[in-house]
């Protein structure tokens, strides 16, 4: 007779993780749900989101006779994501709240509050996404402390894990666990990684988890919900007025309350104005926020970025990009986004520069580029800087262009 494998379920009061922790029960694990806590407000109703999802989670719990428990991680929240959350928007950047969440509070406190507090085996979410194990082989994996020394021995045999997208690519989120540590993959079972979200739905729908399944899907940024932006932000950034400034001809079109509340390609709502206008840039030493008046506007085009210091899943780069120090392979920024082919070009400081086969609208600083071979998700890097945009190039050329027309001229010549 087998061991009993014990996994730690993490339970947010949704149909996936509720499904998740199902799965595990069926297939004969010691499964042990917690619900973690991360951020301690109201919303602008009143309604603490947490609590009713904790009530949830314990309710699908019960009903699979399984243990439950709370934990609390919103000082290392506030402290981990969402401070330095704070400062990225006060540097003009926007951040991605869900991807440095789950690298450091799912990931890193959970994980560890799994494997070494309540001696789990393995931990599980109810992502969508796989790994290159099988489930019992996630059993197998013993902890490899980090090495001490600044370089890794050559000779030393390593097999990484592989980090795969699910079987339903409309729902997969490799894009966002595109930063989580290597030790914490080794011990992770997505339970949902064959399934799609319908096929989730009915499973959930069968065990009478229907209180779970009205709720709609989480919005917003993580652990804090669906909220106006705007004044969410403003409630712990300093208002910065500043104004909104065409990128067409350097007319002042309106104010704003501070560049951070924006986000590159969206829709500037500008008092006064009925055509609609788009931001395309922002200065953070004025205040000043760039705007252009369609939404495909050449200003928010481009197809360079460099990144911060990658984080490759397997933790080195591929042989083919150490090799030649350029790979071709996919991108992408957003989650749900197309996959779009790249060239990648590795710095010696283990950044990035990566050439987007053709412009994509609205890349952003402070944003994630999530590098794809295939269906393996390699990993993913800060978007730190911006290649020229194509109103920038447009511009070049036409300045160029007169240069060169003038100099041909002939001189003027006294009659």
């Not at 319908?198 to 919900?225: N, Q, R, T, Y």
Request: charged residues 25%; hydrophobic residues 35%.
């Amino acid at each position: 007779m087998s061991a009993v494998r014990r996994v730690v379920c993490a339970m947010s009061g949704g149909v996936d993780s509720s499904v998740a922790a199902l799965l595990l029960k069926r297939r004969g694990y010691q499964v042990t749900g917690v619900f973690m806590k991360n951020w301690d407000s109201l919303d602008e109703r009143g309604v603490c989101n947490s609590e009713r999802d904790c009530d949830d989670a314990y309710k699908v719990c019960r009903a699979l006779d399984i243990p439950f428990h709370q934990v609390s991680y919103v000082k290392e929240y506030w402290h981990e994501v969402f401070s330095i959350l704070l400062k990225e928007y006060q540097r003009g950047r926007t951040p991605n709240p869900d991807i440095m969440c789950n690298k450091h509070i799912k990931f890193k406190h959970f994980y560890q509050y799994a494997i070494n507090t309540l001696g789990a085996d393995a931990m599980a979410t109810g992502h969508y996404a796989r790994t290159s194990l099988e489930d019992e082989e996630v059993f197998l994996q013993a902890h490899t402390p980090a090495p001490q020394t600044l370089f890794r021995d050559r000779l030393e045999i390593r097999n990484p894990v592989r980090l795969y997208q699910s079987a339903d690519l409309l729902k997969d989120q490799t894009f966002f666990l595109s930063q989580i540590p290597q030790d914490a993959l080794r011990r992770t079972i997505f339970p949902l990684d064959g399934l799609t979200k319908d096929f989730v739905k009915k499973i959930a729908a069968e065990a009478g988890f229907h209180h779970v399944l009205k709720k709609k899907e989480s919005m917003g940024i993580c652990f804090i919900g669906e909220r106006h932006f705007e004044e969410f932000i403003l409630e712990y950034l300093e208002p910065r007025p500043g104004h909104f400034v065409s990128i067409e001809d350097g007319k002042i079109m309106g104010e704003h309350k501070g560049w951070f509340t924006f986000t590159l390609g969206q829709r500037a709502r500008i008092a006064g104005q009925r055509d609609p206008w788009f931001v395309v840039d922002k200065d953070i030493t004025t205040g000043e926020v760039f705007v252009g008046p369609t939404t495909n506007h050449p200003a928010l085009l481009r197809d360079t970025i460099q990144t911060d210091r990658f984080h490759w899943i397997a933790e080195e780069p591929p042989a083919e990009l150490i090799r030649t120090q350029m790979m071709d392979c996919q991108f992408r920024f957003q989650h749900q986004m197309p996959l779009t082919p790249c060239t990648v070009t590795l710095n010696l400081d283990g950044t990035l520069w990566i050439t987007i086969k053709w412009p994509i609208r609205a890349l952003t600083p402070g944003q994630f580029a999530v590098l794809y071979k295939g269906n393996e998700c390699l990993g993913s890097g800060k978007i730190i800087c911006l290649g020229p945009s194509e109103h920038t190039l447009q511009k070049r050329h036409l300045q160029l262009s007169r240069a060169s027309k003038e100099s041909k001229q002939p001189p003027e010549t006294d009659s």
